[in-house]
């Protein structure tokens, strides 16, 4: 599968616990973005990489949300002391492009419940 | 403010007929307007791409519509599918990675 694979699919923690979510874009493409989305609403942005450098910052990140891309390939989403209102599916999308936002295509998300 | 919105907010169609569906934005600069597929607990899949000088598109039974004048899109699907039940997001791009994303349209198909 050449597609983007998120893991873990699912996640239930209780608050205050500390959660990671890996994401491997497709292997080519330069650009790897994270959002959030929760039931009912259209994906928000959270952060963007192109290669290794992240560009971009939403202010819904909160200190509590890290990412990385370390080697400019997989990239990971740590949430440090979850809340409940970090429930949400966290989708990645890679695309390919240096100017204009390419085609992007996306991961099947990594669902966090927090209890 | 960029925002992009979209009609109906939910859509109950029965299989074979055909629908219509809205997107209404506020974006500038605008540089392209995309479809996005997403079914249930998945993530969006790409229907269509459109940049300012397209006026229509297809995908399949997918046809999507663009008035750059009006600032309006919308998505007409043909003969729909028990398959078509989804949310289908549209999403405008402002230049750069700049992606304002609308809350979607969920569409039921029933037999």
């Known amino acids: 599968d050449t597609g983007v694979s998120q893991d873990p699919r699912h996640k239930i923690t209780k608050r205050g616990q500390n959660v990671t979510f890996r994401c491997d874009p497709i292997s080519e493409h330069n650009r790897l973005y994270w959002y959030r989305q929760t039931l009912g609403q259209g994906p928000e942005f959270l952060t963007y990489f192109q290669n290794e450098a992240q560009l971009e910052k939403s202010r819904l990140l909160s200190d509590r949300f890290s990412a990385e891309r370390p080697k400019g390939s997989f990239s990971t989403l740590e949430i440090q002391r979850t809340e409940q209102g970090d429930s949400a599916m966290y989708l990645c999308?890679?695309?390919f492009g240096q100017g204009e936002a390419g085609e992007l295509f996306f991961g099947e998300g990594s669902r966090l419940t927090v209890l | 403010k960029n925002q992009v919105e979209q009609s109906p907010q939910s859509l109950i169609i029965l299989e074979g007929k055909n629908c219509t569906l809205q997107?209404?934005?506020?974006?500038?600069?605008?540089?392209?307007l995309r479809w996005y597929k997403q079914d249930t607990g998945r993530g969006p899949v790409s229907l269509t791409i459109?940049?300012?000088?397209?006026n229509t598109k297809s995908n399949g039974r997918y046809t999507a519509t663009l008035d750059a004048d009006t600032k309006q899109s919308s998505l007409h699907i043909t003969a729909s599918q028990l398959s078509d039940s989804a949310s289908y997001i549209c999403v405008v791009s402002s230049g750069g990675d700049k992606l304002i994303f609308g809350t979607g349209t969920r569409l039921q198909v029933f037999p």
């Open positions: 999308a890679s695309s």
């Open positions: 459109m940049t300012f000088s397209e």
């Open positions: 997107c209404n934005y506020t974006v500038s600069p605008f540089s392209n």
